[in-house]
């Protein structure tokens, strides 16, 4: 049996951890860390079931490890050093998105390119399956649970559009330089926030439109300050579910296929599954509030803007070798996925 370090790092990010009996853990307790609150999207749909069935299947093998889940920041608030957190050991597993550590996951970075996958099922699965081929680079550090994305991103806007290229000299907020690229191929100008700067530029006016999952735009209470939705697949966001290295390595081989029979391709496919859902009935809330201008294409519109978005695919593409393995393997996934042939 292994024995998980009580190890206070006080100083490793200033102000952002509360330093107690909840960043301390108890022998043999994966802690689990999320700067979201137990209410908030991933926490309760993605990560609290994972939780439950890898702690069912802990039991089921005579094991005394549990996991507890610490919400809302607990072991550190900030969404931008979670990865620090979890790679210290301050939690043993944390919800990072690689978009807030530039550099570490280079090719990860494809579930950002626009109108490449069409559903969170489709960015999670392929993605997962791009990790298991080994095309995935930066989790030397840490021990990667599972990766689950969210439904792909749409345009929100306070000012009325009617096309992509109304956003031309609007400032408009992007996660990622990858989102921040195609920004820019429309004219649009591309601005870094966190959700809550988000929140604040949109109701200063200081941002003319946000790039937003529909499940975000309800977590950070963001729907009231915009008018107008772009309902277009333009990118989703990636996320993990990372293991510190030494908490992995310190499981038994049992108590390792535990946790990842429940995770890996399970947590890709539940997530997808999720985070549709959740796209479908906060549409049909907004509409039914009225309140709301929804703007959608034809099937001809929509191949157009995907046509124009294919020059930032290959400009990702042939950014490393790295980058072209994984995107040529990720449009052989697709394909298959969505011919119904893939296992």
Not at 3 to 31: H, R
Not at 300 to 316: G, M, R, T
Not at 323 to 332: E, P, S, T, Y
């Amino acid at each position: 049996m292994r024995n998980i370090a009580k190890t206070c790092l006080a100083g490793l990010v200033a102000g952002t951890v509360a330093f107690g009996t909840a960043s301390v853990a108890e022998a043999d307790e994966i802690k689990v860390g999320s700067f979201v609150s137990a209410q908030g999207f991933g926490s309760r749909f993605v990560i609290a079931p994972w939780i439950e069935r890898a702690t069912e299947a802990l039991k089921g093998i005579g094991s005394d490890t549990t996991i507890k889940a610490y919400w809302g920041g607990t072991l550190g608030k900030s969404p931008f050093q979670q990865y620090d957190l979890v790679k210290a050991g301050v939690a043993d597993v944390a919800w990072v998105l690689p978009a807030n550590t530039p550099g570490q996951f280079p090719e990860l970075e494809i579930v950002e390119l626009p109108f490449f996958f069409h559903t969170a099922e489709e960015a999670s699965v392929v993605s997962w399956k791009l990790f298991e081929m080994g095309l995935f680079s930066g989790f030397d550090d840490t021990h990667l649970v599972g990766f689950f994305a969210g439904e792909p991103a749409s345009i929100f806007s306070r000012d009325p559009v009617k096309t992509l290229y109304d956003l031309k000299n609007k400032k408009v907020r992007s996660v990622g330089q990858t989102q921040a690229t195609w920004l820019k191929s429309i004219g649009a100008v591309p601005e870094a926030a966190s959700s809550s700067e988000m929140n604040e530029k949109l109701n200063r006016g200081t941002l003319s439109a946000a790039i937003q999952g529909w499940s975000g735009m309800k977590t950070f209470k963001t729907l009231p300050l915009v008018s107008y939705t772009v309902d277009v697949p333009v990118g989703t966001l990636g996320f993990l579910l990372l293991m510190n290295k030494k908490t992995w390595e310190g499981l038994s081989a049992a108590e390792k296929k535990a946790l990842q029979d429940n995770g890996g391709l399970m947590i890709a496919k539940d997530s997808g599954a999720a985070y549709a859902k959740a796209g479908i009935d906060i549409r049909a809330e907004v509409k039914a509030e009225g309140k709301h201008t929804m703007v959608t294409f034809t099937d001809a519109e929509l191949a157009a803007y995907e046509a124009d978005a294919k020059k930032i695919w290959e400009e990702w593409a042939n950014q490393t070798p790295s980058n072209r393995k994984a995107f040529d393997a990720a449009q052989k996934l697709l394909k298959e996925l969505r011919s119904g042939s893939a296992s």
